[in-house]
């Protein structure tokens, strides 16, 4: 077997790692530590109990009445939960999703299987959406100058603004908006400008496509975005474009990809080419993997440009003055792009470039024309016309936008703004001073869900609503039209941007109206049906642009510094809009397994050549501003670079989001760029609470996989990787061969570790967060992981991914050692947890190989950063409780577990139940339709399959007999119910010759990395 290491210190082996392997927990991580010892403790509450006896008191249980409904609920039975259709609009893209309310109380989002393009599944914002409604931190009232006010005194006020715009036809008027997709908001726009002529519109979004959209729309004429049909593609080339993580089509490129990565379907598996700065989601998926500066990146297009129009004949200086340059990049060189040329050219018309939205204008319009060259343009690559495009403020770029606003500001043009979303103060870069500027408005209004740095400059904050708590409609990229419906009454005092919009010209109306009136040409039926399907219509939104102009190059568009810096949006807060989701924050980083945190990521190289380890802080200088953080070294990022997540260090936080990361935002230039650094190292250490040497198997051969070519010449190549292998138990095999028999499979070529399935089984299973005290301590709750290996060279190694939960041993170690039977085994396969039971000795979790037990050492949601002090109703309520909003989010299917419980994956036995009693009730037996486990359900790719491996008809029982079905640690004979699918790679054979190792086989690196820099 290769080795597999999860860090730098584990291929070292330092002697942390080891010990941590050994030790499962941290050193002291089972002790309280709490001022107060144990033994103290119970003699402070002994005496205290005496006292208390003395005093004549009573100590009992807590008394509570349980009140009947006086009158039923409409539509509502206890235990069975409704569902309402409805869209939700993160950016630039627009999802429909279910909300799964009991007694009107959402407590769960699964994806819209009758919304377009989607097929029921979700992402990670989807999931963890539900937490942010019952934030106790939202926003629960008006505040004028700092104090609470009500919204009838901001309306009685608005009513004096409104004489004041109308008599001035609106000069003064400013309005900052985020990027929105309702029709309803445009129709209002449109009215506001009719009545009020001089008030004027500006967006900002700090993540945004403007690069693609302002270069395409130079090149055509027309102001269109990209869309690709992966099933199509038979090789992918991407430059720094993580499609698989972020963007509008984000479901259907990650299901249509991993559709084509099936070695066992009749279509061939497509070849994925990754030229980016750093590791991305996208990254790790690919065949080939390049680590180019991104300043480098339109050096490696424009010479494989100039490659293939050598190749086919074409007269390149027609359409761009692009010449040939000798390559000289670290892993790249004339052979590599010349092998990639050839696979392109031998798949014209199946295959596409793409870009990364981050990327100059420049590189998206070569890479139209290389598509063009190609024969791609309109078969695998498509193109959409971008919704309300016609909108001027939607044709400029947002940091052109920004920086008008910020002039009319700083000339005193401006006396009322209103900001509608977002928290551009944290955002815009601080060369423009949005601050100041902002100060210079006699009237601020910010309609916002959270008190941020914005709001703090601001006359009126109004609480902007959840969006499960109004009306809406939205038209995503692709054409979908959809009204989105509240699914629970308003839990604050606020408005929708609908409403507020309406406010600025006329008396108010509610959101419904506003809504209703926008769509009152479809009949009743027909608005009752969209309503209730999640979607009206769809309609093409596909052009078919050519080009108009040509593509002009800069003479040196090459960066000549010696270390650049590149901001990206979070995988987990996204631009800081979630920073104060704590299911998010305690995520680990799909990549480098970070919670809690953000850091300066670079390659080990250049951490050696400035003497810098993991934790080290250091100032990262420009001309204009500076940023103290601490760095994290990470394998197969590009030399001499920096990449940095956005939106953490919030200057004015939540109890959440307090301490967390670092603001990079500071960084930008006034054009949104970041130029001339100068790195610093400072005598500051940093403490990253990172899971990537948790729950360790010791080097077991757990994640497998092989090329097409190995594939073919052995497809049992998955099968006796045992390292000790054994034929025998020490316990007698037991029959599960009648009724049901639940098993998953999981298939690892499907797998992106998007971390959507932990998401949606935290939201399922009321799994608490435990913070970054605990999270170092290894006491992380999540029922489900996915472990990141790295293979190979240090500087640009494989990753592989390996989810792990419980396995449901029909051999289970964990049962043999409880000594009072609190995880047993039932009928039907599954390894069982009685709660009541357990006393928290853990030596289930000790015998567990897999480890992947999780144990309350604490009452976490009483430990929750969010929790409030305890009704007092007897002694022992010293402790402090979940706030009532968050316990709203509970699944009432599900126990909350208390302190010193163990606790692991169930196989969603209250899904399991339900579906087997409504089968029953319908005398039949229970099939793949009626039941999915929630990350099952939430799985964008189709990557799981649950069932009843007795049934041969099954997803899950057609799995299990592929060839490239194993069991991890099977030399243990646990016989595991949940098994993998193993990885399959499809390497280009002229990059990696056939009789080399895949893995140790890396490009070109040339000799003066070689040496010390």
């Not at 799909?590 to 934790?615: E, F, M, Q, V």
Request: charged share 25%; glycine share 6%.
């Amino acid at each position: 077997m290769k080795k597999q290491w999860r860090s730098i210190d584990d291929l070292n082996n330092d002697k942390q790692v080891e010990k941590f392997k050994f030790q499962e927990f941290q050193e002291g991580a089972s002790e309280l530590n709490e001022g107060v010892s144990r033994r103290d403790f119970l003699k402070f509450l002994g005496s205290t109990a005496a006292l208390a006896g003395l005093s004549g008191c009573n100590i009992r249980k807590p008394y509570y009445k349980i009140k009947p409904y006086a009158k039923k609920v409409e539509h509502s039975v206890p235990g069975v939960p409704t569902f309402y259709a409805t869209s939700f609009q993160v950016n630039s893209a627009v999802y429909g999703v279910l909300a799964e309310t009991h007694e009107g109380r959402p407590t769960k989002i699964e994806g819209n299987p009758t919304y377009p393009n989607t097929n029921g599944s979700s992402v990670l914002f989807q999931q963890s959406s539900i937490i942010d409604l019952y934030d106790p931190d939202r926003l629960k009232y008006p505040l004028y100058l700092t104090k609470s006010s009500s919204m009838d005194n901001f309306k009685d006020w608005m009513l004096g603004l409104k004489k004041e715009l109308r008599q001035s036809s609106g000069k003064g008027l400013r309005f900052l908006m985020e990027n929105t997709l309702s029709p309803s908001t445009y129709k209002l726009v449109d009215s506001i400008r009719s009545v009020l002529p001089h008030a004027t519109f500006y967006r900002y979004e700090p993540v945004n496509d403007d690069n693609r959209q302002i270069g395409l729309h130079a090149l055509t004429g027309d102001y269109i975005n990209t869309k690709f049909d992966l099933t199509r593609a038979n090789v992918i080339v991407s430059l720094s474009d993580d499609f698989l993580s972020f963007g509008h089509h984000q479901i259907q490129y990650s299901r249509d990809f991993s559709d084509r990565r099936d070695p066992d379907n009749d279509s061939d598996l497509n070849r994925l080419y990754v030229f980016e700065e750093r590791y991305t989601v996208t990254g790790a998926k690919a065949d080939h993997h390049f680590p180019v500066k991104k300043s480098e990146l339109i050096h490696v297009l424009s010479q494989l440009l100039v490659l293939i129009s050598r190749k086919v004949g074409f007269s390149l200086s027609r359409f761009a003055n692009v010449s040939y340059q000798e390559l000289e990049l670290d892993f790249v060189d004339h052979n590599v792009l010349s092998a990639v040329a050839d696979d392109l050219l031998a798949n014209r018309g199946r295959s596409l470039i793409t870009a990364g939205s981050s990327l100059d204008e420049t590189v998206h319009q070569l890479v139209f024309l290389l598509n063009s060259i190609l024969g791609n343009n309109f078969k695998t690559v498509f193109y959409q016309k971008i919704p309300f495009s016609n909108y001027d403020f939607n044709q400029h770029s947002s940091i052109q936008s920004i920086t008008k606003l910020i002039d009319d500001l700083n000339n005193n043009e401006v006396d009322t703004v209103m900001i509608i979303g977002g928290d551009p103060v944290f955002s815009v870069p601080q060369e423009l001073d949005l601050k100041r500027a902002l100060s210079k408005a006699t009237n601020r209004i910010h309609l916002t869900a959270y008190d941020n740095e914005t709001s703090k400059l601001c006359n009126w904050v109004i609480p902007k609503l959840h969006y499960l708590e109004y009306w809406n409609d939205l038209e995503s990229i692709d054409g979908v039209l959809s009204i989105a419906q509240p699914v629970i009454r308003r839990t604050v005092d606020g408005l929708s941007e609908h409403e507020l919009l309406n406010l600025v010209y006329r008396v108010y109306r509610s959101d419904y109206s506003l809504i209703k009136n926008s769509w009152n040409s479809l009949s009743s039926s027909r608005y009752d049906k969209a309503i209730h399907d999640g979607y009206v219509f769809r309609k093409n939104t596909i052009v078919y642009p050519s080009i108009k102009n040509k593509i002009i190059l800069s003479e040196d568009y090459r960066s000549k510094h010696d270390i650049e810096i590149s901001l990206y949006p979070d995988y987990k807060v996204f631009d800081g809009r979630f920073c104060n989701n704590g299911w998010l924050q305690e995520l680990s980083d799909p990549i480098h397994k970070l919670t809690w945190d953000n850091a300066a990521y670079l390659a080990p190289k250049t951490a050696k050549k400035l003497s810098l380890k993991t934790g080290d802080f250091v100032r990262l200088q420009t001309d204009y501003a500076y940023l103290d953080i601490p760095v994290f070294i990470s394998p197969g990022h590009a030399f001499d670079s920096i990449s940095i997540p956005m939106g953490y260090g919030k200057a004015y936080p939540h109890r959440i989001e307090e301490g967390v990361g670092f603001n990079a935002y500071h960084l930008l230039n006034k054009d949104g760029k970041i130029n001339n650094v100068t790195l610093i190292k400072q005598s500051k250490k940093h403490q990253f609470a990172s899971t990537q040497d948790h729950g360790s198997m010791e080097g077991r051969p757990h994640v497998r996989y092989a090329t097409v070519s190995e594939y073919q010449e052995n497809p049992e190549f998955a099968q006796g990787q045992e390292e000790v292998p054994h034929d025998k138990a020490l316990w007698d095999k037991h029959k599960f061969d009648t009724g049901y028999q639940w098993g998953m499979v999981i298939d690892l070529n499907r797998c992106l570790s998007c971390n959507a399935c932990t998401a949606s089984c935290q939201a399922e299973n009321n799994i608490p967060i435990v913070g970054k005290e605990q999270v170092l301590n290894g006491r992380e709750m999540h029922w489900n992981r996915t472990d990141r290996y790295y293979e190979g060279d240090l500087d640009n190694p494989k990753i592989l991914e390996q989810p792990g939960s419980c396995l449901h041993c029909e051999n289970a170690p964990c049962e043999q050692v409880c000594p009072v039977a609190a995880t047993v085994h039932d009928d039907e396969g599954l390894n069982v947890m009685v709660y009541n039971r357990c006393v928290g000795t853990r030596y289930c979790a000790d015998n567990c190989p897999v480890k992947v037990r999780k144990f309350n050492f604490f009452d976490y949601h009483q430990r929750h950063p969010q929790s409030v002090p305890k009704k007092k109703y007897h002694l022992f309520d010293y402790m402090k409780e979940p706030d009532k909003s968050l316990a709203k989010q509970f699944n009432p299917d599900v126990t909350v577990r208390m302190r010193g419980v163990m606790e692991k994956c169930t196989y969603c036995i209250q899904r399991l139940k339900s579906a087997t009693r409504k089968a029953a009730n319908e005398q039949r037996v229970v099939k793949d339709v009626d039941l999915k486990t929630a990350c099952q359900q939430a799985c964008p790719t189709n990557g799981i399959a649950f069932g009843n491996i007795l049934d041969k008809d099954s997803k899950v029982y057609k799995w299990r007999k592929k060839q490239r079905n194993y069991s991890i640690l099977e030399q243990l004979l646990l016989g595991a119910r949940t098994t993998y699918l193993a990885n399959v790679f499809n390497p280009n054979k002229v990059l990696v010759a056939e009789n080399t190792t895949y893995d140790k086989k890396h490009h070109v690196k040339k000799g003066h990395h070689d040496s010390k820099h």
